[in-house]
């Protein structure tokens, strides 16, 4: 197999494991070395380098490693003649290539990696004895030896490196490019971060472009006094939105599909195109395993079986609607009403600061407790496949979100029609809810890589004596493995950070409008990502 100029082999993905303390245990550490060797011979680029506490394994797959695990994988991927067709590793100049060059995607190549990691199997006819330190256990027959040895907690993670020379040029050309308000690269971006990441900031960006015209008319009615034809003018103002939230509806949809045309993205299967790095995930119908063990059942008691699992699968969904139904209306709606009305009948302005402070406070807790409750009771529920399982929770979560974000609206518009009012309190929650946003997403971060710094660097002194200098972390894989991981505030169970993020860009959409300017919002997953 030929390989690209841009297809050179780069370091992916790193494995950590514990830390050769001295040489002379390297007889009794074999784990590690049998490891090595295993994906040497899977066809890996294995290069091994000394941490402060740990050790990391870094691997790196040529063209022809990925392209036989895409075999085997019985990949589908897109021909110049518009079909897609399995992958055949002595037909590659028939397959479309991506944006950058390369022959595999971002999500494809660590479907390769995948697949090469878990699949290393003891073949032998016994079981292997592994020792590390003075701990010995065995890699039975037909066993992963990643999971053997996750399991013993020898493996303590397993997480993907960054391209230096690309995270440089995203860095230069996209996230420090400030003259660009709205351009990005957004072929660079999906062969970096994937599909997900480039169609959300495509979509920010088409959405700041056309929040132009809105703030330009919140703007005109802000600082024009219209006098006898405010009445008018209003309710032409609400229109005008109204339709140009129709019409951008539909100028993304085309751009969406471009989007996707150009990238050659294939939805047939409807199912995530995202892949999961710790296990694939099945979007299949959940069909007990006692309903198909008994292969004599008639055909009657065979469709008696799976009505009655389909109906009792609809029943649970509708309790646990009706769970969360009960919940915004019994919990969410009162606190949300006794906000609005404290704000009305409060004369202090200091005093209504302090409480719109304190209620954004409490609603982030509020909702993120709601949410992980929605997300327990999805995984109580039966689909057909992930959309429809996606569907159940942007309904579930958008309650929450929507009670939260327009009930103290139509309160103040609707019962108090005091719009000096409801300016006043979209104007705080704008500006407070962003301050308080940027400082726990990039301040609370920042702060947990400083502690594990620091908890490291004490620990050695302490090991080593106080006269051991400064500790300097000097790889860049251990810097990464040092910083935490992104993970959504619905829950542990969602590893798509996008989904939290696009919840609050949405539901604070009203701001934007009201306040009479466009806000460029960013992603704050991405930025250590990036940094």
């Known amino acids: 197999m030929k390989v690209h100029p841009e297809e050179q082999?780069?370091?992916?993905?790193?494995?950590?494991?514990?830390?050769?303390?001295?040489?002379?245990?390297?007889?009794?550490?074999?784990?590690?070395?049998?490891?090595?060797?295993?994906?040497?011979?899977?066809?890996?680029?294995?290069?091994?380098?000394d941490g402060v506490t740990d050790e990391f394994m870094k691997l790196a797959a040529p063209l022809e490693t990925l392209g036989k695990a895409a075999a085997r994988l019985q990949m589908k991927k897109r021909t110049h003649i518009g079909m897609d067709l399995l992958f055949e590793v002595d037909q590659v100049k028939a397959f479309v290539r991506q944006p950058d060059g390369s022959l595999f995607s971002w999500c494809e190549r660590?479907?390769?990696?995948?697949?090469?990691?878990?699949?290393i199997v003891n073949e032998n006819q016994s079981a292997v004895t592994l020792k590390c330190e003075e701990e010995e256990f065995q890699w039975n027959v037909g066993e992963s030896l990643i999971r053997t040895l996750e399991s013993k907690k020898i493996v303590k993670q397993i997480f993907p490196l960054h391209d230096e020379i690309r995270r440089k040029k995203l860095l230069g050309n996209w996230a420090l490019n400030w003259w660009e308000f709205t351009g990005q690269p957004l072929d660079e971006v999906y062969s970096y971060f994937g599909t997900k990441v480039a169609l959300y900031f495509a979509f920010l960006g088409m959405y700041t472009r056309w929040l132009l015209f809105p703030a330009a008319l919140g703007l005109i009615l802000q600082l024009v006094e219209f006098g006898s034809l405010r009445l008018l003018v209003l309710p032409i103002f609400f229109v005008s939105i109204i339709v140009w939230a129709v019409m951008f509806s539909q100028f993304w949809r085309r751009k969406n599909s471009a989007l996707v045309a150009r990238w050659q993205i294939n939805y047939a299967f409807g199912g995530d195109s995202s892949f999961r790095f710790s296990g694939v995930e099945c979007g299949s119908l959940q069909i007990p395993v006692e309903l198909i063990k008994n292969q004599e059942m008639d055909k009657t008691k065979e469709k008696e079986a799976f009505q009655r699992f389909e109906w009792f699968g609809c029943l649970r969904r509708f309790r646990n609607d009706a769970i969360v139904i009960l919940s915004i209306i019994c919990l969410q709606l009162p606190f949300e009403l006794a906000y609005a009305h404290c704000y009305e009948v409060i004369q202090s302005d200091v005093i209504k600061f302090g409480l719109t402070v304190l209620y954004l406070f409490s609603i982030q807790y509020f909702t993120r407790l709601g949410a992980k409750i929605s997300m327990k009771l999805i995984n109580c529920e039966n689909y057909e496949n992930n959309e429809k399982r996606a569907d159940s929770l942007v309904y579930k979560i958008f309650g929450l979100y929507f009670m939260q974000s327009y009930i103290g609206v139509f309160y103040h518009a609707l019962l108090h029609r005091n719009f000096a009012t409801l300016r006043q309190v979209l104007i705080q929650r704008l500006l407070i809810s962003e301050v308080l946003e940027n400082l726990l997403e990039n301040s609370v971060p920042y702060l947990k890589y400083s502690y594990r710094k620091y908890k490291i660097r004490s620990n050695e002194r302490r090991e080593k004596g106080s006269s051991q200098g400064r500790i300097q972390f000097t790889s860049r894989a251990e810097k990464e493995y040092l910083k935490p991981s992104y993970s959504a505030s619905i829950g542990v169970e969602l590893e798509d950070g996008l989904f939290d993020v696009t919840l609050k860009f949405v539901t604070s959409g009203h701001h934007f409008c009201f306040c009479g300017r466009p806000s460029k919002v960013r992603v704050p997953s991405l930025i250590p990502f990036l940094t």
Request: hydrophobic share 40%.
């Open 9 to 49: 082999a780069i370091f992916e993905v790193c494995l950590v494991v514990p830390k050769r303390k001295t040489e002379e245990e390297y007889v009794t550490y074999d784990c590690v070395e049998v490891l090595e060797n295993a994906f040497q011979k899977v066809g890996f680029i294995v290069e091994r380098i």
């Open 110 to 119: 660590f479907r390769c990696y995948h697949h090469l990691i878990y699949g």
